[in-house]
């Protein structure tokens, strides 16, 4: 078929070379930076080779943030496939206001991430928030709590509020993973008297299986990256609670001006993605499932 | 499909628990933005309003723009997702039909764009378009979010391409079409919902995008709604009421725009190709 | 439509003076004041500016305090930047690292003869041999409580930490916090443990020579104090900014909280009876009447390297500070912004402001408890730029968060809080 490499090159040339002008060479720039001293915008630095990566490779805060962004990814793929999941079997359903409901529940994802943010920070304060009052009308708490006042809780509400955000789309995509299940097979499986519960582990999760690989690939780069949502909803607190990379690069850069180091760190960062996606993706190909 | 009465059961536990994990929020916020503000703040909410008002969006309208940040984020979106298109079509289908030298490896390549912090290129993106003149305008913004949609879209417009019968696209091609052709003739109308969802999605992606509207932007009649909502916030006072009103309408035209194409959306996603 | 009709006709008179005046300078003014009422404020200041000097056209762009950081020092050094920034004191060193500013001292002088500044104020300014800006508005912080609310209870206003412990204490009921406090790692908090820290002996964080002299018995008390009093704030305060704290005292939530004002919110979002509104000085260590506060001028910074541009900009800030402008500039928020000159704290169009008249007992107090007005950092001259980074860093309150969210020592906490102040100035 290899008979119009031109062509070929014709189709995919631009959409490469524009990735490469906004993205490719932005991030070569952050290279360079990060071999220099420079400290706020607009001021110059020297070149100091290796030195930031020294001091970035033995910087706490660095091994805290990337330790924070580990559990961030794993937390959020977790809960964000598990509450997809649900959604995206029960879409596969068929009830009346099925179209309703396969239209609307993505109301979460279309809606600006400030606005998420406003939305849930006035949700859950104590001063006219409705889920302190919920939660102690339902008998789950006694007294209101603070959902932002220890790292831990902190770091689990706003897991669940990038959540919230973004398991209606994911599970969109599951279910676009699961129409394409030929019914045939349940039907086959039914008359063979196979459980619901076998049918499911035995048809629909291998079948399901690629597109999850997929999704969890693109989420876990997704999610690494989220940043807005962390800086407006807690600014990396408490206590550096929900300081993951993102936000300590961003810190670093604009709040402590240290444009240099800021960059070192985001290198890392990107080499560790990549890492992980070179290793995710050629696992994908070999299983040959990638489509 | 028959469901037993236990199943059943589940499902609508199921249901009701994501109706009330999606909608409950927007109803607190939609019905709280008609409340007087002595009442958003109550010790004890309230579930359904006991009062009514129109002044937060009174005090909306009349003070800030909210009119040119709509049509500004309306115009950013739209041109990001027709750009998104016009680049990620040809791309898609190449990656798909076309053989060529190191295609796997440009096609991980390019999903690979969501390998890095995006808050990295933000300053040298900034002083690329301070030196092309494009700070301080939509065009800037444009560019910035085809770049965060175009590697998602070219993935999910390759898997709609390859759901199509590869007989229908064989037929075409015996009969002499060019590739351009089979893929204008055949392959886009063939692949609409498909390519309706990528649109939605690059559409999306641009509507919600906050930070580098924020920092590129410095006029305020080019901003974005994002960024117009969060200039109401206010640094020392928050008026929630306000606030209130505004994400509502920050919600509304998106919601007015799905109450259109969100069907597409969702079919697109689960059929990709016309079967 | 209004609004589209709104746009199109300020888009028609921005065209008439770009033509009619082919020469005319033109200059941009950025400032962090972006609700809506106080752009209008502002619009109403520039026009009337621009009606009177047909040579200078001025125009303004409101931004956010979020994104400011970055973006500023973006935009200045990709030649995009604005001519004039209103500012906080922190903002200065960063921009003048990047050479952006030059000294306005002259300027600041004749100002001073013509208006007579609060001294505080351009200190906040005056270091490395220059004044790097021009003070335009106040703001300290104040003690706010409801009177009746104190009455009922049986207490005094507070004038010593034991007695504001007490008062909290005694304030505190079900469903009622006695003292709201902020413990968030955010500017806030920074005001807040600072305003304690200056009345507890502890307002130097820097030698005279620049070496670091945060970690002291004094601030490890007041730091102690302060964590004593988390117990009478609500659970959600470790994530409070300046807008919770007046929710909780506008709903009641809150006895008492430390704040700038509370007067709009309390006179539009809760009862709005000015009898009642109590403000205080922020108590001292021993009781001793000495109360000090911390005070924010914010200021002008003037960014132009054009002559012209300056020279324009100086004249819109001459016009801003004339006292039968000045007042209707502060009063963009009435009761939160308070006069730097001595002929504003008495000019009539400072005063004749309808809620500024309702509240004149409680502005007047602010007024006063600003005389003795401290900034970290920005003290007895001893400025040097790695304040831009702590201060930006919140490490005063990180320090705080240290000791209520952490559980640590508060001796422990101030001791790594010099610390991060001391590798933040490497």
């Given at each position: 078929?290899?008979?119009k ?20 060479w ?7 930076l ?34 924070l962004?580990?559990v ?35 109301l ?15 949700l ?77 582990t ?12 997929v999704?969890?690939?693109i ?24 300081r ?48 | 499909?028959?469901r ?15 109706v ?80 060529f ?62 759901s ?30 498909g ?23 410095l ?11 969060s ?13 209130l ?31 | ?18 033509t ?6 033109e ?12 752009v ?66 002259d ?18 300014y005056?270091?490395?041999?220059g004044?790097w ?33 007490t008062?909290a ?54 730091y ?10 609500p ?16 709903s ?9 004002t509370?007067i ?13 509104l ?22 002008v ?22 006292p ?9 928020e ?5 006069p730097?000159t001595?002929?504003?704290?008495t000019a ?5 402001d ?5 509240y ?7 007024i006063?408890?600003g005389?003795?007005?401290k ?5 007895s ?46």
């Amino acid at each position: 078929m290899a008979r119009k490499p031109i062509l070929a090159f014709a189709f995919v040339a631009p959409a490469l070379l524009f990735l490469a002008a906004t993205l490719v060479w932005p991030l070569v720039s952050a290279f360079v930076l990060s071999l220099q001293n420079v400290r706020g915008i607009g001021t110059s630095g020297q070149w100091v080779g290796l030195e930031n990566y020294r001091f970035i490779l033995t910087y706490a805060a660095f091994w805290e943030s990337a330790g924070l962004s580990l559990v961030w990814v794993l937390a959020n793929a977790i809960v964000q496939t598990l509450l997809a999941l649900a959604a995206a079997l029960i879409l596969h359903q068929k009830f009346p206001g099925l179209r309703i409901a396969r239209t609307w529940i993505i109301l979460t994802w279309i809606v600006p991430t400030v606005v998420v943010v406003m939305i849930w920070r006035w949700l859950f304060s104590t001063s006219g928030g409705m889920i302190n009052p919920l939660l102690i009308q339902l008998g789950i708490l006694n007294r209101p709590m603070g959902f932002f006042a220890t790292p831990e809780s902190a770091f689990a509400t706003l897991v669940f509020i990038n959540s919230w955000r973004w398991f209606p789309f994911i599970a969109l995509m599951m279910l676009a993973g699961l129409s394409r299940i030929p019914t045939e097979l349940y039907e086959a499986a039914r008359i063979d008297g196979a459980s619901a519960f076998k049918r499911f582990t035995r048809i629909t999760w291998p079948l399901l299986a690629p597109t999850l690989t997929v999704l969890l690939i693109i989420g876990t780069l997704l999610s690494f990256n989220v940043f807005d949502i962390i800086w407006l909803m807690t600014q990396g607190g408490p206590a550096g609670g929900t300081r993951t990379l993102p936000i300590l690069i961003y810190e670093t850069a604009f709040r402590s001006y240290r444009m240099s180091e800021a960059a070192t760190i985001a290198v890392l960062a990107t080499m560790l993605l990549m890492a992980f996606a070179v290793l995710a993706t050629r696992s994908l190909a070999r299983s040959g499932d990638e489509r | 499909m028959r469901r037993g009465r236990s199943w059943n059961a589940v499902l609508v536990a199921g249901l009701l628990f994501f109706v009330a994990l999606v909608g409950l929020p927007f109803w607190w916020v939609v019905s709280g933005s008609f409340k007087i503000p002595q009442e958003i703040i109550a010790r004890v909410p309230t579930m359904f309003p006991q009062s009514f008002t129109l002044e937060h969006y009174q005090k909306l309208l009349s003070s800030s723009d909210y009119g040119t940040y709509l049509v500004n984020s309306l115009v950013v979106s739209s041109l990001s997702a027709f750009i998104t298109l016009l680049l990620a079509i040809p791309a898609g289908y190449a990656f798909f039909r076309l053989e060529f030298k190191g295609r796997e490896t440009y096609y991980r390549i390019i999903l690979l764009a969501y390998a890095f912090p995006s808050i990295v290129v933000l300053i040298p993106l900034f002083g690329m378009f301070a030196k092309a003149g494009l700070v301080d305008t939509r065009t800037a913004l444009v560019i910035v979010n085809v770049a965060f949609a175009l590697p998602f879209a070219i993935w999910m417009l390759r898997s709609f391409f390859a759901s199509i019968p590869k007989e229908i696209e064989e037929a075409a091609r015996l009969d002499g079409g060019p590739p351009l052709t089979v893929l204008w003739r055949i392959m886009i109308p063939l692949t609409a919902p498909g390519i309706a969802a990528v649109a939605i999605f690059a559409f999306v992606t641009s509507w919600t995008e906050y930070v580098f509207a924020s920092v590129m932007i410095l006029s305020d009649a080019r901003r974005t709604i994002p960024v117009g909502f969060s200039g109401i916030i206010g640094q020392y006072q928050v008026d929630w009421g306000l606030l209130l009103a505004g994400a509502s309408l920050a919600i509304l035209p998106v919601v007015i725009v799905f109450a259109f194409i969100g069907r597409w959306f969702v079919t697109g996603l689960t059929e990709g190709a016309v079967k | 439509m209004k609004i589209a009709l709104r746009t199109l006709l300020a888009t028609a008179m921005l065209g008439v003076p770009a033509t009619a005046f082919a020469d005319a300078v033109e200059i941009t003014l950025w400032h962090m004041e972006q609700p809506p009422h106080r752009v209008e404020r502002i619009q109403m200041l520039i026009d009337e500016f621009n009606a009177a000097n047909p040579d200078i056209v001025v125009s303004q762009e409101p931004q956010n305090w979020g994104e400011i950081y970055a973006k500023a020092p973006a935009a200045l050094a990709a030649g995009t930047g604005p001519d004039m920034l209103f500012a906080i004191p922190d903002f200065a060193p960063i921009l003048k690292e990047m050479g952006a500013l030059t000294s306005v001292e002259d300027f600041v002088a004749e100002l001073d003869a013509e208006h007579n500044f609060v001294d505080s104020t351009v200190e906040a300014y005056s270091y490395d041999d220059g004044v790097w800006a021009v003070p335009l508005y106040n703001m300290t912080l104040n003690l706010w409580y409801r009177k009746s609310v104190l009455e009922e209870a049986g207490i005094d206003v507070p004038t010593s930490w034991d007695e504001w412990r007490t008062a909290a204490e005694r304030l505190t009921t079900d469903g009622r916090f006695g003292m709201g406090l902020p413990a968030n790692r955010q500017l806030y908090t920074d005001q807040t443990i600072y305003s304690i820290m200056v009345n507890g002996d502890a307002s130097e964080i820097y030698n005279e020579d620049g070496s670091l002299r945060f970690d002291n018995d004094d601030t490890v008390a007041a730091y102690d104090f302060y964590n004593s009093m988390m117990e009478f704030s609500p659970p959600d305060a470790t994530s409070w900014t300046w807008g919770e704290a007046e929710a909780c005292f506008a709903s009641a939530s809150c006895g008492m909280i430390m704040q700038f004002t509370v007067i709009s919110t309390y006179e539009n979002q809760a009862e709005g009876d000015a009898s009642d509104l109590g403000v205080a000085a922020i108590p001292t260590r021993d009781g001793s009447g000495d109360n000090a506060t911390i005070a924010y001028a914010n200021a002008v910074l003037l960014l132009s390297q054009e002559e012209a541009e300056r020279e324009a900009s100086q004249e819109f800030i001459r016009f801003l500070l004339q006292p039968e402008n000045y007042g209707r500039f502060l009063n963009m928020e009435p009761g939160l912004f308070m006069p730097v000159t001595a002929d504003g704290a008495t000019a009539d169009s400072f005063w004749s402001d309808p809620v500024v008249q309702e509240y004149r007992d409680q502005i007047e107090t602010v007024i006063e408890n600003g005389q003795n007005g401290k900034l970290f950092g920005f003290t007895s001259g001893r400025v040097f730029p790695a304040i831009a980074s702590i201060s930006a860093q919140n490490v005063l309150a990180e320090t705080l968060q240290s000791v209520v969210v952490s559980d640590m020592e508060p001796a422990d906490a101030v001791e790594a809080g010099q610390a991060r102040m001391e590798d933040l100035s490497r």
